[in-house]
C-alpha cells in the first residue's frame, strides 16, 4: 500500500557525478515536493511542483533542478555532486484538502 | 518569530503516561498537520486538521482554529511511540508546507 516511492534508499556517488533521484506517487495527486532534512534545520524546500511541467524554486534550489513530465514523477536533479549536498531527501505529495505522504527517504552520501 | 512553533521540544515520558504536544501558529491555513518520523525513518502523516478533532486509536488531535492552536494528544503511551512529532501547515493551494520544530518523544519501558 506504498503511495510515494523514492527510487533508492541509499545512495553514495562522487563529488561532481551528476545524480537523480526520482519520486513516484500513486494517488493522481498534483502537489510534489522536494526537501532536504539535516540535524538541526529540520525540513527545507528544494523544489516543488503543482502541475505537470510546472515548477517552483524553494529555500534552497541552488545546486539542484527538477523535471516532472509525468503527473506521477517529480525528478530531482544533482547537476555535479558536492559533498554538501550529503543529506536525506524527502519527496511529499498532496492535493489540496488531503493529506501528506512522504517516500521513505533517500540517504544520500557525496564522497 | 518563527510561523509554526512546538512544544516542548524534548519529551520524555514513563510507558503508560498520556502525552500531550502542542502546536502554535501565525499564519492563515488551510489545513494543519501531525506527521511522525521515528529515528533514520520516513515521514508518515497521523492527522490532516482544519477543524474540531481527530482520533485514530490512541492518537488524538484536536484545532483551535481562532486561537491558531492545536495538540497532539497520545493516550497509554509505549515505547514504539518513540519519534519525532512534527506540525506543519498548509497556507494554501499550491503553497508549500510551513513545519514546526518537530517533538522528540521518548517513551521509556
Known amino acids: 500500500d506504498v503511495k510515494v516511492t523514492q527510487s533508492s534508499r541509499y545512495l553514495v556517488k562522487r563529488t561532481g557525478e551528476k545524480v537523480f533521484l526520482e519520486c513516484v506517487q500513486d494517488?493522481?495527486?498534483?502537489?510534489m515536493f522536494w526537501y532536504r532534512q539535516d540535524p538541526g534545520l529540520g525540513l527545507r524546500l528544494i523544489y516543488f511542483?503543482?502541475?505537470?511541467?510546472?515548477?517552483e524554486k524553494g529555500d534552497i534550489p541552488e545546486g539542484y533542478s527538477v523535471s516532472r513530465e509525468k503527473k506521477e514523477r517529480f525528478s530531482l536533479i544533482l547537476e555535479s555532486a558536492s559533498t554538501n549536498q550529503t543529506s536525506m531527501y524527502l519527496c511529499?505529495?498532496?492535493?489540496?484538502?488531503?493529506?501528506?505522504?512522504f517516500g521513505q527517504g533517500t540517504r544520500l552520501t557525496v564522497v | 518569530k518563527n510561523e509554526v512553533e512546538q512544544s516542548p521540544q524534548n519529551l520524555t515520558a514513563q510507558e503508560g503516561e498520556f502525552i500531550t504536544i502542542n502546536c502554535s501558529y501565525s499564519?492563515?491555513?488551510?489545513?494543519l498537520h501531525w506527521l511522525q518520523q521515528h529515528p533514520g525513518g520516513g515521514i508518515v502523516s497521523l492527522f490532516m486538521?482544519?477543524?474540531g478533532k481527530k482520533k485514530h486509536g490512541r492518537l488524538i488531535a484536536t484545532i483551535n482554529i481562532q486561537e491558531k492552536h492545536s495538540s497532539l494528544h497520545i493516550t497509554a503511551s509505549h515505547p514504539r511511540d518513540s519519534a519525532v512529532y512534527i506540525c506543519?501547515?498548509?497556507?494554501?493551494?499550491?503553497?508549500?508546507?510551513?513545519f514546526g520544530p518537530g517533538t522528540r518523544l521518548s517513551v521509556l519501558p
Open positions: 511529499a505529495s498532496t492535493s489540496p484538502n488531503t493529506e501528506a505522504f
Open positions: 494517488m493522481d495527486h498534483e502537489n
Open positions: 511542483s503543482y502541475d505537470v511541467k510546472m515548477k
Open positions: 499564519v492563515g491555513i488551510s489545513a
Open positions: 486538521l482544519s477543524s
Open positions: 506543519a501547515v498548509s497556507p494554501g493551494y499550491g503553497q508549500n508546507f510551513v
